[in-house]
T-cell receptor
Framework: GAGVSQSPRYKVAKRGQDVALRCDPISGHVSLFWYQQALGQGPEFLTYFQNEAQLDKSGLPSDRFFAERPEGSVSTLKIQRTQQEDSAVYLC??????????????FGQGTRLTVV | DAKTTQPPSMDCAEGRAANLPCNHSTISGNEYVYWYRQIHSQGPQYIIHGLKNNETNEMASLIITEDRKSSTLILPHATLRDTAVYYCIGPGGYGGSQGNLIFGKGTKLSVKP
């Protein structure tokens, strides 16, 4: 497709369940970012990939959060043993160039995760 | 936190120009200012960026003061679909080793009929 695609759009998980969120970036985009957005707040950085390399994971809130991009295209954000505080919208963004988002970045519509 | 200051909310009449201010008093000579917006239930959308010259594209104009300590995003003819949260990202607006965006709280623009 022409844009960044995320799936599922909505996910309801029971507390303690593991979830996997998928991001399909724009083809050929080198940089890929994950953000977490709580209700009423701006997006907050989680992690960054340059191709398949995870160069920055400083924003991941705990070791229950894990992200991968094994072939440098599709990325998966996995959350183990979900907690209620994990409820948020998870946004994926990609950009053409390496070296971060100091350029036009394209965001997906996000996955809304609700932990009950 | 991003070193930008924006009003939390603004109203604008449909068809009129919306002028969204941003203060970035600590900006240095080679730092760009970026604007994104987020319409309800969507991901953020890039609008425009600039260094020191005024910039215009099909979405908006960006006016940067000569001392570069503030800028104004102008939507020349606001429509109801421009209702969104607008984020100004400037100095201190990049974190980590790869320059990830730091969004802050932005300005909630409400365009009213």
């Amino acid at each position: 497709g022409a844009g960044v695609s995320q799936s599922p759009r909505y996910k309801v998980a029971k507390r303690g369940q593991d979830v996997a969120l998928r991001c399909d970036p724009i083809s050929g985009h080198v940089s890929l970012f994950w953000y977490q957005q709580a209700l009423g707040q701006g997006p907050e950085f989680l992690t960054y990939f340059q191709n398949e390399a995870q160069l920055d994971k400083s924003g991941l809130p705990s070791d229950r959060f894990f992200a991968e991009r094994p072939e440098g295209s599709v990325s998966t954000l996995k959350i183990q043993r979900t907690q209620q505080e994990d409820s948020a919208v998870y946004l994926c963004a990609s950009s053409l160039r390496p070296g971060g988002l100091r350029t036009e970045a394209f965001f997906g519509q996000g996955t809304r995760l609700t932990v009950v | 936190d991003a070193k930008t200051t924006q009003p939390p909310s603004m109203d604008c009449a449909e068809g009129r120009a919306a002028n969204l201010p941003c203060n970035h008093s600590t900006i240095s000579g080679n730092e760009y200012v970026y604007w994104y917006r987020q319409i309800h239930s969507q991901g953020p959308q890039y609008i425009i960026h600039g260094l020191k010259n005024n910039e215009t594209n099909e979405m908006a104009s960006l006016i940067i003061t000569e001392d570069r300590k503030s800028s104004t995003l102008i939507l020349p003819h606001a429509t109801l679909r421009d209702t969104a949260v607008y984020y100004c990202i400037g100095p201190g607006g990049y974190g980590g080793s790869q320059g990830n965006l730091i969004f802050g709280k932005g300005t909630k623009l409400s365009v009213k009929p």
